[in-house]
């Protein structure tokens, strides 16, 4: 494991970094955290560790609000430069050897995908999104998902049943819409944390073990 910073924006400065790369990876994953949640919450910390036994490597980063210790995100246009940065560095940390995919946990993932949206990001080969927050809670709707039909690459959505900021009955034809290059993965009593309740018989440790697994399947399917 690789503590590091890098430039995120011109105007934002530096911010902290950890690159995970397991013996034998297959593939990087750069993991943007939620809008909450900076790239040492406990839930990201556990997944690297997940993704680093699927042979998985990561980069998670600060985004530069959460870097200067401030609750309300940055601006869009920083968000989405700071992921275009990231990756940019994932590629020059592994000399280009690993295939790198893109996304993250909730804001994370729907800033890379906007991102994506507006201009490839380049050397990316697809986006796996932890919790994809389609709307906000309460005011279902998929108007936060209507950019992603100009995304071209394949797409991994990991979805709880139980999220409150994604309505199945809003994110499933969403999905259907964009065709084979999306795969919905959805899991039984989980909300947007992807905590579960004790009488669905398993345990968060066991969701996230299943993130991991479904991922790395999935991440062999789009390898040549």
Do not use: C
Not at 25 to 39: E, S, T
Not at 124 to 139: D, E, M, N, T, Y
Not at 215 to 221: F, G, L, N, P
């Amino acid at each position: 494991m690789a503590e590091f910073k890098f430039e995120a924006t011109s105007s934002s400065g530096e911010v902290s970094a950890i690159l995970e790369r397991p013996r034998g990876a297959k593939a990087l994953y750069v993991f943007a955290h939620g809008a909450g949640a900076p790239m040492n919450h406990h839930f990201m910390e556990t997944m690297a560790e997940k993704f680093a036994k699927q042979k998985i490597a990561t980069l998670r980063f600060n985004f530069p609000y959460i870097e200067l210790g401030r609750r309300a995100p940055s601006p869009q246009p920083i968000l989405k430069k700071t992921i275009r940065s990231a990756v940019a560095v994932a590629r020059k940390k592994t000399q280009g050897k690993l295939p790198i995919f893109a996304g993250g946990k909730s804001m994370g993932g729907r800033m890379t995908s906007l991102a994506q949206s507006e201009e490839p990001i380049e050397h990316v080969q697809g986006l796996i999104f932890v919790g994809f927050p389609l709307h906000a809670p309460g005011r279902d709707s998929a108007d936060r998902g209507e950019h992603l039909k100009e995304v071209k690459l394949p797409m991994l959505f990991l979805q709880g049943m139980r999220d409150k900021l994604a309505n199945l009955d809003f994110l499933e034809p969403l999905h259907k819409s964009l065709g084979r290059r999306s795969k919905l993965h959805k899991i039984e009593w989980a909300d947007h944390g992807f905590h579960v309740p004790k009488k669905s018989g398993r345990d968060d440790d066991d969701i996230m073990t299943e993130l991991a697994s479904v991922t790395s399947d999935w991440i062999d399917r789009k390898l040549p």
